[in-house]
């Protein structure tokens, strides 16, 4: 399992008008201590830090930026939380998270979309 280790800091500035978050995807990976700030991501399954997060650990993460889904899952931390092996800790949305189903379904949620 590979870590990926913020040390506490702040990633901001971050603007991604088609949805794409910071890492695409994690697979039995684990991603802590890592805040996302003062950014904005819009699009089809918007997400700040990743679109698909399977059997990953995400702890001590925070948002506090704009997520603006136009369709399918949209969650500040993942569009998508796939299996039960992984784990969400301590982990906090201060952004916003809205949907504007443009075409199509939406899931939408605070910390995930599905």
Do not use: W
Not at 78 to 86: E, F, L, M, Q
């Amino acid at each position: 399992m590979g870590t990926f280790d913020g040390q506490g800091h702040t990633i901001s500035g971050i603007y991604s008008p088609n949805g794409n978050p910071f890492i695409e995807d994690i697979n039995n990976a684990a991603v802590k201590d890592l805040t996302i700030a003062d950014s904005y991501f819009r699009g089809k399954d918007a997400s700040a830090f990743f679109h698909t997060a399977e059997g990953s650990y995400i702890i001590n993460c925070v948002n506090r930026s704009c997520i603006c889904g136009t369709e399918g899952s949209v969650g500040a931390l993942a569009s998508t939380n796939i299996g039960s092996k992984g784990n969400t800790i301590n982990c906090v949305n201060y952004g916003t998270v809205t949907t504007t189903q443009e075409s199509g379904t939406s899931n939408t949620g605070g910390l995930f979309g599905t």
